[in-house]
């Protein structure tokens, strides 16, 4: 069975770093783009960007680009969504997706509810 | 980049009603869309894809349909369990990806 199972909540401070991760089971986790999806409080999803493990390419949403940092360790199969300076607009649920040979997104974490308050 | 207008963003039914919800690229995605359904709470789960294809496990009231540009979620027969928020998303840029605005289907 695919699995995506994400780190648990995060509570931060505005400016703080923080790092949350993803750990793929269940498929050959190079060979499938991976990536995350906002869900601010009671809004709609939001692609934020994936990458392929085997090569570490990278693509982002252009409202994203800058904003946050998607890595991964093939070694581990997980792969992370990192920010170096948090804002109180980052609080959502962040939910890591696998796309599919077909390109549609076919798996979906349990989601990382990450809140960013004073 | 590819713009998803999602419509209605959201609607009452009664159970046993048809429900069709709508999605609109601001471009040609070749049948590249797929459907999710989304409970409180909990991570969106997929229902179609290709536009007109049904996930494994999803029951036959869900159909979808459309091409270029315009696509439709309906729901035959609205049952209890699929009051919920439905998003659509275009994959015809992969591995870039937009999602629809999303439509919550309440209880009249």
């Known amino acids: 069975e695919v699995q995506l199972v994400q780190s648990g909540a995060e509570v931060k401070k505005p400016e703080k770093s923080l790092k949350i991760s993803c750990k793929g089971s269940?498929?050959?986790?190079?060979?499938?783009?991976i990536g995350w999806v906002r869900q601010m409080p009671g809004k709609g999803l939001e692609w934020m960007g994936f990458i392929y493990p085997d090569d570490s390419e990278t693509r982002y949403s252009p409202s994203f680009q800058g904003h946050v940092t998607i890595s991964a360790d093939r070694s581990i199969n997980t792969v992370y969504l990192q920010w170096s300076s948090l804002k109180a607009s980052d609080t959502a649920m962040y939910y890591c997706?696998?796309?599919?040979?077909?390109?549609?997104?076919?798996?979906w974490g349990q989601g990382t509810l990450v809140t960013v308050s004073s | 980049d590819i713009q998803m207008t999602q419509s209605p963003s959201s609607l009452s039914a009664s159970v046993g009603d048809r429900v069709t919800i709508t999605c609109r690229a601001s471009q040609h995605i070749s049948n590249s869309l797929a459907w999710y359904q989304q409970k409180p709470g909990k991570a969106p789960k997929l229902l179609l894809y290709?536009?007109?294809r049904l996930e494994s496990g999803v029951p036959s009231r869900f159909s979808g349909g459309g091409s270029g540009t315009d696509y439709t979620l309906t729901i035959s027969s609205l049952q209890p369990e699929d009051f919920a928020t439905y998003f659509c998303h275009q994959y015809y840029t992969t591995p870039l990806l937009t999602f629809g605005g999303g439509t919550k289907v309440e209880i009249k």
């Open positions: 997706v696998r796309q599919n040979a077909g390109g549609w997104i076919d798996t």
């Open positions: 290709g536009a007109s």
């Open positions: 269940g498929y050959s986790f190079s060979s499938h783009w």
